[in-house]
């Protein structure tokens, strides 16, 4: 479903990505675990079409088609969602009202009519139960004054109504408690099906506890240095990632 | 230097125009006209004369350019009244308890409607009621909008012919909304020129709530005065709707006296115009005045929009309010000065201002000037303005979710100016506003859809 052949990016004049490659077939979830500053969410947002990244080689193909070409519209109507590392507090505008422009626009895209006030009201409730949210939150405006665990509910929450065909989530589980952690996995774990494909951007091995991964990638210094099953997120939890930045240096000094 | 004494001449020259007109619009009042009016108009005059157009010198004037209208040659108009559309206008007074129709400064009495008001209430044309009521007019009349100072409240008052006087007595309260239209149509003639005039006035106890509206065809000058005096205890919403012709000029000061405990709004809607001034003044003179003043300005193109408030607390345990939102496209420049002045002795004031803007494009122009004057020791008075552009990482999460980057700015640019709109209680205006933004806002239908 994607493929991402040796991906250079870089912001303002510094490499960040050098040289990625990762394939996420249809249907599967991976991880992508890396410390602070290894390049997991310039790589969550280049894939979203955040236009603050150059990308100065390399390819992404979704589903045959040359993502990097598209703008960030375009890759959602494709079928491509990403949950923001932060949320975005927008005064004025309804998350419910919002969600309906949005997902009218997506279906417009495929060739399917406007969905109606009625059918959209009982397509929200049922997907709000998914995530547990709150009726009031959906009307407010998008995310603000919502909490920390709100604002992560409700991407998932938008990603439930948009029914993407590939999600990435960027850092979804930091700054949630257990309770909300869990809710979240949930709500991920309900929507993971056969043709709806993954991409897990965390910290922590945590996560992966209620989102079971089929493969975990390491992000080191813009490179992936080690793929693996879910146990390697377990080894990481152990070791840290130190062991694998030693590893990974060998090679740049041979 | 050269320059300089070149434009004095040419503003003086403006100014004499008015005033060697001023004799002949005597002669036309009606002899009837209150010895006391005509009076307050030799005044007026002669302060204008003295004033003369504001220049980029006056502190008042140092940002807005009247040089377009002190060189303009305007005409007062004297044919017989010109067919307006009035399609425009008409959605705005539905349900409304009168509409009055001025059109090019006279009341035309085939478009305007009474509908049933409340015993005693008045809602009539100031000329009408000059002759047949004077004691409804005189008392009030200029008592409130000063000319010494304002050159163009002086020019309104020595030459002010109609407008409207909406006199509510006390306890009683007018339910629907009276409308007020101000309609120029100066195609095939010269540039004409209205001084509208009116006069509110809300007895003790008393609610109304009043729009007016200003719209027109073609290139013209309207420079209205409105006089509020809200009785104790009352409740008056007043709206404005500003839709001039991109090729007018509008001066406008709405002056605002307050009684104790009276709850006064005023919600300016400034879309049109070539060159835009609404002066609003308010003097809170009495204790426990809850005093609301909104604005929504949307200037494009090349636009002027100037909007200078002044609330003066000259009393004690009153608030005040100030809300004014600018969204600026193309090359327009808008102006906003806020000053509050409290009073010594005027404890336990309330007041505050806030001044937004969204500039839309990197040549518009906003300036901001909040002023705070205070001469009491127990007060809370809080000011903030803004300048700012659309947020980008807002744009980028709304196109994240599949809306288009035209729809994702025009959605943004709504929502920027939506709490002034949704404050908008008369719901004609506020459906009128939305459908505007709609309409002009790039991708309007998706807006529409998601808000």
Not at chain 1, 37 to 48: F, H, I, Y
Not at chain 1, 127 to 154: D, I
Not at chain 2, 355 to 377: G, H, K, T, Y
Request: charged share 25%; proline share 5%; aromatic share 6%.
């Amino acid at each position: 479903m994607l493929q991402i052949k040796n991906l250079h990016v870089s912001v303002e004049g510094n490499e960040i990505l050098r040289g990625i490659d990762l394939e996420v077939p249809t249907g599967a979830v991976h991880a992508i675990m890396g410390p602070n500053g290894s390049g997991k969410s310039t790589l969550a947002r280049v894939l979203a079409g955040q236009d603050a990244y150059e990308v100065t080689d390399g390819q992404v193909i979704f589903d045959g088609k040359d993502l990097l070409e598209m703008d960030p519209e375009e890759r959602a109507r494709e079928g491509v969602f990403m949950a923001f590392q932060y949320p975005v507090e927008i005064p004025g505008v309804s998350n419910t009202y919002f969600l309906k422009a949005a997902l009218n626009a997506v279906r417009k895209h495929r060739g399917l009519p406007e969905i109606d006030a009625m059918e959209f009201l009982a397509l929200v409730r049922q997907k709000m139960k998914l995530v547990q949210m709150e009726e009031t939150l959906l009307h407010r405006p998008v995310n603000e004054g919502f909490s920390g665990g709100e604002k992560k509910r409700n991407e998932i929450f938008h990603m439930a109504v948009l029914e993407p065909r590939f999600a990435v989530l960027d850092e979804t589980d930091s700054g949630l408690d257990i309770d909300a952690l869990r809710i979240v996995s949930d709500g991920v774990n309900v929507l993971r099906q056969q043709d709806r494909s993954f991409l897990l951007i965390t910290h922590y091995q945590r996560l992966l506890n209620y989102i079971v991964p089929d493969v975990v990638h390491v992000l080191l210094d813009g490179r992936i240095v080690r793929s693996g099953g879910k146990e390697l997120a377990l080894e990481l939890e152990e070791k840290g990632y130190a062991w694998l930045e030693e590893a990974a240096a060998l090679p740049v000094g041979a | 230097m050269t320059t300089d004494v070149l434009r004095t001449s040419e503003v003086l020259t403006g100014a004499a125009r008015f005033a060697a007109d001023f004799d002949t619009f005597l002669r036309e009042l009606p002899a009837s006209e209150p010895a006391a009016i005509t009076a307050l108009r030799r005044m007026a005059i002669e302060r204008f004369v003295t004033l003369g157009f504001p220049t980029l010198r006056q502190e008042e004037w140092r940002q807005t350019n009247v040089g377009a209208i002190a060189q303009g040659s305007f005409v007062r108009y004297e044919g017989p009244e010109p067919t307006v559309d009035l399609s425009r206008l008409e959605p705005l007074a539905e349900g409304a308890a009168a509409r009055l129709v001025f059109v090019n400064g006279r009341l035309s009495q085939r478009l305007s409607t009474l509908g049933e008001l409340p015993a005693g209430v008045i809602v009539a044309s100031l000329a009408e009621a000059l002759e047949k009521a004077p004691d409804k007019v005189e008392p009030w009349l200029g008592q409130h909008a000063r000319f010494d100072d304002h050159p163009f409240v002086a020019l309104n008052t020595a030459f002010l012919r109609d407008g409207a006087l909406v006199w509510v007595p006390r306890g009683v309260v007018v339910e629907k909304p009276i409308h007020l239209m101000f309609v120029s149509n100066s195609t095939g003639s010269e540039p004409i020129v209205t001084f509208p005039r009116n006069l509110f006035v809300a007895g003790e106890n008393s609610q109304v709530t009043i729009v007016e509206t200003y719209a027109g065809e073609g290139a013209y000058f309207t420079c209205p005065v409105t006089e509020l005096v809200a009785g104790p205890a009352s409740v008056v919403d007043h709206y404005k709707v500003q839709i001039e012709s991109r090729e007018a000029f509008h001066m406008a000061t709405f002056q605002i006296e307050a009684e104790r405990s009276c709850a006064p709004s005023s919600h300016s809607i400034s879309i049109g115009g070539a060159l835009v001034r609404n002066d609003v003044n308010a003097v809170l003179d009495g204790e426990g005045i809850d005093c609301i003043l909104n604005g929504l300005y949307l200037g494009e193109g090349r636009q002027v929009i100037d909007n200078h408030m002044r609330v003066e607390h000259a009393k004690p345990h009153c608030a005040s309010h100030e809300l004014y939102k600018g969204v600026l496209d193309g090359a327009a420049r808008s102006v906003f000065n806020g000053l509050i002045h409290v009073h010594p002795g005027a404890q336990k004031t309330d007041a505050k201002q806030s001044n937004r803007n969204l500039l839309l494009s990197s040549n518009a122009i906003a300036n901001s000037n909040p002023q705070l004057e205070i001469f009491a020791d127990d007060v809370k008075c809080t000011h903030g303005s803004t300048v700012g552009q659309l947020d980008e990482d807002a744009i980028f999460y709304l196109r994240s979710r599949g809306i288009g980057q035209e729809a994702a700015r025009s959605l943004l640019t709504y929502a920027f100016a939506s709490d002034i709109v949704e404050r908008i209680k008369v719901e004609p205006v506020r459906r009128d506003l939305e459908e505007f933004l709609f309409a002009r806002l790039p991708q309007g239908e998706v807006v529409r859809q998601a808000v």
